[in-house]
């Protein structure tokens, strides 16, 4: 049981350094500090930005002049993302170790450690590809991946879930009902689940294309229902390399019709969970799954009125940086519904 304690431990403090890591990308994406340091994994050569402040770094990265506050907040996010990935292979290592006691499943257990690899590596290509935005665009929904899978484990880990374990005495409760009560409102909370991982990765397609201002007024978009938009150049994936995507490189109807997209994402994501959290809200036989149902609705509330504010208030840095805490929050509730929905094994 003390291994047990330290796997609880360690994926609470994953989760909280994870949701902290990918709040602080957003900050770094969106203050431009990307490439704050031109290589990887140090900083203009150098592990610290004051390293490379007291040598001579001009010769060896021409027309990338070292700006400091760029570089420390680009370093910290490196710092937190290493740390990040140290504590998931201490829990994972935990996990193999402890796997008679089947606290974490061996497969479980290497998904997170692969899916965190493959995060450290698309971490690596944001800077080296210099800020390709399907790169960027990975490099969010892998991070969003990460905290989504040490939430889960967290959940299901013994007296860690939404109340997993009454499933079986609602669902008896239910009569000969239960079975097709559980499975259509599971089903509405996957499907939920997946409108919502599209609208994230719409999300990180929109930020790393720089099609956030693109649309500056509401509801309507440059002054129309539905202004002029390039959809052929707007959701181009992979445009070669050698180019700087600092900035953007897409003329305005391209970024015009990206964030059009996400708008109608948006809108999409919003009926689709609040379908699944009103008919969990609406069975009396689920009033176990109420919690993370309410969760769900009070998380879509407040990323909608993020998103709304942001554009009536000019895009402002710290409800942009919102804008993505905000998402994170609504796939952790939107997880904790499909969780507490699935019977435990």
Known sequence: ??????????????????????????????????????????????????GAQAADTAAAFPGRPLEPGKAWREMIHRYAATTLGLLIIILTALGIAARRERIVGMPYALLLFATVVV??????????????????????????????????????????????SSLGTAAHALGGGAASTLSLARGLALLGLIVLIVQIALGGWTSSNYAAVACPDFPTCQNAWWPHTDYRNAFVLWRGLNINYEGGVLDNPA????????????????????????????RRGLTFAHAPAIAVLAALALQLAIGVTMVLKTFPLGLATAHTAGAALLLLATLALLRTLSSRS
């Not at 994870?18 to 203009?44: H, I, M, Q």
């Not at 800077?127 to 990460?146: E, N, R, S, Y």
């Open 119 to 164: 995060q450290g590596l698309l971490g690596m290509l944001t800077v080296t590809w210099q800020l390709k935005p399907l790169i960027v665009t990975l490099h969010l929904l892998f991070g969003m991946t990460t905290l989504g899978l040490l939430w889960w484990l967290l959940l299901s880990l013994p007296r860690g879930s939404w109340g997993v």
């Open 255 to 282: 970024r015009i019709a990206i964030h059009l997209t996400h708008r109608i994402g948006a809108l999409l994501t919003t009926a689709a969970l609040a379908l699944a959290a009103l008919l969990v809200l609406g």
């Open 1 to 50: 049981m003390r291994v047990a304690r330290w796997i609880r431990g360690l994926c609470i403090l994953g989760v909280l350094l994870c949701f902290a890591v990918v709040v602080l990308g957003a900050y770094v994406r969106l203050t431009a500090a990307g490439l704050g340091c031109p290589d990887w994994p140090g900083c203009y050569g150098h592990l610290t930005p004051s």
